[in-house]
Nanobody, 117 residues
Framework: QVQLVESGGGLVQAGGSLRLSCAASGSIFSISAMGWYRQAPGNQRELVAR???????NYADSVKGRFTISRDNAKNTVYLQMNSLKPEDTAVYYC???????????WGQGTQVTVSS
């Protein structure tokens, strides 16, 4: 059984920073892309950032220049460094892991990020 354990969410003032982590453990034989999505109340879940096994990244336009995604393949862990946070970044952030051996990606349980103005 595979588990995704997220950490690092919390409450921060506008302009502040947070770092999210997501570690995959269990019987996961191969990971391709890893990413972060977010969902604010009343909104659909949206992609924030994604990184491939080769290190190629893509970001939502709203976070470019402020957020940085990275991964540690040896630890099956993905990180999201969030700087210059804005109130509109407030959402539940979900880790997403893709594997060529799985038809559907894996999702974390979600971690709340709240940015106060």
């Amino acid at each position: 059984q595979v588990q995704l354990v997220e950490s690092g969410g919390g409450l921060v003032q506008a302009g502040g920073s947070l770092r999210l982590s997501c570690a995959a453990s269990g019987s996961i034989f191969s990971i391709s892309a890893m990413g972060w999505y977010r969902q604010a109340p009343g909104n659909q879940r949206e992609l924030v950032a994604r990184i491939t096994s080769g290190g190629r990244t893509n970001y939502a336009d709203s976070v470019k220049g402020r957020f940085t995604i990275s991964r540690d393949n040896a630890k099956n862990t993905v990180y999201l460094q969030m700087n210059s946070l804005k109130p509109e970044d407030t959402a539940v952030y979900y880790c997403n892991v893709e594997s060529p051996f799985r038809s559907q990606p894996l999702w974390g349980q979600g971690t709340q990020v709240t940015v106060s103005s």
